[in-house]
């Protein structure tokens, strides 16, 4: 079937397909508790006639579809796995859609609903057009937002239990027109982490006695300052990489003449080369011991790495390409896409198979500004359904001609 066909084929799956992701986003559930979003993941496969297998890390399911049309003369049934994200985040909605979140507190503001509906219109079209050789390994995986979803789904045998030789994942681009796909080569989105150093003095009183404290303050300020000199001192001037402070705690608002006698200071970290990575994870704690040793206190540092840097194989790059360019024609496809700091748990599994990641474009609000995912009024483009759809449906008959 070429694409056109393809993409009128599934374009009468629309309206189902809407109406599950805008449930999916009525009940939006965080990393690892994705009960309810399993439970209907994997009924809407078994409904489909795909084998399921449920409770893969935890909360993770996965759908088997094996092809009708014989093996080549290689005489070697390939598999590849295609994988969506099912979790959603801490953050109360303000879209006002009439579908908006039940759970107070939680919702979809990434556009995993999205993702998993178009994984599930894409299981959906292949149960009914099974002519291809090989296997389709449908991942859908919990928790990508920071609870570690993808190393569960590996520690649980991923990989040992459904062989991929190949995997590929999606994610939507908002501000990227609808009909549009970005992708790159190599390096795409960064390892991300984030960091906790604590300075531990004995305060004291700021008006009356601060020659008898130890001033957490002053190294804390001097640890601020200093750890910008990892990334501009450290790191290569031809590689990336970002640290930046989140939060600062320390003392009372109510007691302003105390010297406070504990500081803690928060932030994130980004790298695209576990190299770099290694700088960071080397420097940061040795500036915070030096500053805190400089005024006569001490430092507990702690430092965790969430992702890993997400880098697509050319032969998948390729194949995304190739995909795209059949649905929506070359201009409509941007191969060279611009990396970006953000980061995806994807990652982990792309360490163990060849894969690429790519973007789909989300669509640009005319009325107003477009707003951004991780962000209260986001809401994931129901019209974009089709277009990821039938790029799953091709990846497949590119990956499994024969």
Known sequence: MNATDMLADIRTDHDELTAIRRDIHAHPEMGLEEVRTAALVAAKLREWGVEVTEGVGITGVVGVIRGTRPVGPSNRERAIGLRADMDALAIPEQTGVEYASQNAGVMHACGHDGHTTMLLGAAKYLSRNRDFAGTVNLIFQPAEEGRG????????????????????????????????????????????????????????????????????????????????????????????????????????????????????????????????????????????????????????????????????????????????????????????????????????MMEQRPGAMVLIGNGVNADGPTHQVHTPH?????????????????????????
Not at 224 to 251: D, F, K, W, Y
Not at 382 to 394: C, E, M, N, R, S
Request: aromatic residues 8%; negative net charge; glycine residues 10%.
């Open 378 to 402: 986001y809401n994931f483009n129901d019209d974009i359904i089709p277009h990821g759809v039938a790029f799953w449906a091709q990846i497949v008959q590119q990956e499994l001609a024969s």
């Open 149 to 348: 979803g993808a190393v569960k789904m590996l520690e649980d045998g991923l990989f040992d239990r459904f062989p991929c030789d190949a995997i590929y994942g999606m994610h939507n681009m908002p501000g990227y027109q609808v009909g549009k796909f970005a992708i790159r080569t190599g390096p795409m989105l960064a390892g991300t982490g984030v960091w906790k150093v604590t300075f531990h003095g004995t305060g004291g009183h700021g008006g009356a006695y601060p020659h008898k404290a130890t001033d957490v303050s002053i190294a804390a300020a001097q640890f601020i300052m200093a750890v910008q000199t990892v990334v501009s001192r450290n790191v290569s001037p031809l590689e990336t990489a970002v640290i930046s402070v989140g939060s600062i705690h320390g003392g009372s608002n109510q007691s302003p003449n105390v010297m406070p006698a504990d500081m803690e200071i928060t932030g994130t970290m980004r790298a695209f080369d576990k190299s770099v990575m290694a700088i960071i994870d080397q420097r940061l704690p040795a500036l915070a011991n030096a500053m805190a040793m400089a005024v006569g206190c001490t430092a507990d540092v702690t430092m965790r790495w969430g992702t890993t840097p997400l880098v697509n194989a050319p032969d998948q790059t390729d194949q995304c390409v190739a995909a795209a360019q059949a649905l929506v024609g070359p201009a409509s496809v941007n191969a060279n896409a611009a990396a970006s700091t953000g980061g995806e748990d994807f990652a982990f």
